[in-house]
């Protein structure tokens, strides 16, 4: 799944729409909805804010950006 997959199957979970969390990070709708299309990238600083309602799912950014990293076990 890559990120506006991630992004969209985040907010659904989190029964927000598309205007409600735009505003939240502080962004325009159309700019969000860009996101979720893939056609523009919000900076990740906006998406951990902790007016984001994404961020109370405990998601890490790395998560929500599709990158995973080994941990030595």
Known sequence: MDF???LKELRKTKHA???Q???AIGTLEQN???Y???TQQPTLPSLTSSTC???TLSVAPTTLQGISFLVPS
């Open 4 to 6: 506006p997959q991630r």
């Open 17 to 19: 729409t598309q205007k």
């Open 21 to 23: 969390t735009a505003a």
């Open 32 to 34: 969000y909805q860009r």
């Open 36 to 38: 979720e299309r893939g």
């Open 53 to 55: 309602p994404l961020t």
